[in-house]
C-alpha cells in the first residue's frame, strides 16, 4: 500500500528561529513527485513546494527548502526564519499510482505554532 | 494565477437533504477532485474527473456522486445527506493528477 508517513502530529518554533517537518513516504516508482502543502486556519491549502523524484537537487522556495533523500524515501521540510504566518497545518503528498492513479496521497499533517 | 472556487464557505443541511456542492476553475484543468477532510484522517479522495463526463471512485465514494458537464466545473453530490457526512469538502483541479493540485477554499458542511 501506497503511505505517506508525518510523524510529528504537532511541533513548536520561536519566530525567526529554525523548524523541520519529516515525512516518509512508501513507492516503487523510480520518477514521481513530491509536495509540500500549507493549510493556514483560514483553510485554503497552498503549494508551498514541489520536488521532483529525477532530480537530485533539492528544491528551495525563499524560506522553505527540502531535504530528499531518494533510497531513504524521505521528504523533509525546513523553514528558515520562521514567521508568525507560517502557522499552519502542513501536508506532505505524493501522487498515487497503479490502483490509486490520480490521487494525492496524504500524510496527516503536522501542526505547527510559531510563538512570538 | 490558478483559480479554484467553491459555492459554499459554510453549509447546514437536515438528514435526507439532497445537497450540491459545486467547484469551479479557471485554468482549463483536465483533472478534477473532490476530497474530504476529518481530523485525524487527513485528505481522502471521494471522486475525481480526468475529462468532461468522466469520473472514477477515490477511496470514500459511498453516498456520494459526481457530475462534471463543462470542464471548469465539477459538482459533488450528497443523495440523501447523513449525520457522518459532515466534513470540510475540498475541490481541487490539476493539468495533470500527478502534478500539481490546487485546492479551493473548502466548504465546512453540517449534517444535522
Known amino acids: 500500500a501506497q503511505t505517506v508517513t508525518q510523524s510529528q502530529p504537532e511541533m513548536s518554533v520561536q519566530e525567526a528561529e529554525t523548524v523541520t517537518l519529516s515525512c516518509t513516504y512508501d513507492t516503487s516508482e523510480s520518477d514521481y513527485y513530491l509536495f509540500w502543502y500549507k493549510q493556514p486556519p483560514s483553510r485554503q491549502m497552498i503549494l508551498v513546494i514541489r520536488?521532483?523524484?529525477?532530480?537530485?537537487q533539492n528544491a528551495t522556495e525563499n524560506r522553505f527548502s527540502v531535504n530528499f533523500q531518494k533510497a531513504a524515501k524521505s521528504f523533509s521540510l525546513k523553514i528558515s526564519d520562521s514567521q508568525l504566518g507560517d502557522a499552519a497545518m502542513y501536508f506532505c503528498?505524493?501522487?498515487?499510482?497503479?490502483?490509486?492513479?490520480?490521487?494525492?496521497?496524504f500524510g496527516k499533517g503536522t501542526k505547527l505554532s510559531v510563538k512570538p | 494565477d490558478v483559480k479554484v472556487t467553491q459555492s459554499s464557505r459554510y453549509l447546514v443541511k437536515r438528514t435526507g437533504e439532497k445537497v450540491f456542492l459545486e467547484c469551479v476553475q479557471d485554468m482549463d484543468h483536465e483533472n478534477m477532485f473532490w476530497y474530504r477532510q476529518d481530523p485525524g484522517l487527513g485528505l481522502r479522495l471521494i471522486y475525481f474527473s480526468y475529462d468532461v463526463k468522466m469520473k472514477e471512485k477515490g477511496d470514500i465514494p459511498e453516498g456520494y456522486s459526481v457530475s462534471r458537464e463543462k470542464k471548469e466545473r465539477f459538482s459533488l453530490i450528497l443523495e440523501s445527506a447523513s449525520t457522518n457526512q459532515t466534513s470540510m469538502y475540498l475541490c481541487?483541479?490539476?493539468?495533470?493528477?500527478?502534478?500539481?493540485?490546487?485546492f479551493g477554499p473548502g466548504t465546512r458542511l453540517l449534517v444535522l
Open positions: 520536488q521532483e523524484a529525477y532530480k537530485q
Open positions: 481541487a483541479s490539476a493539468m495533470r493528477p500527478e502534478e500539481t493540485q490546487y
Open positions: 503528498a505524493y501522487p498515487g499510482y497503479g490502483g490509486s492513479q490520480g490521487n494525492l496521497i
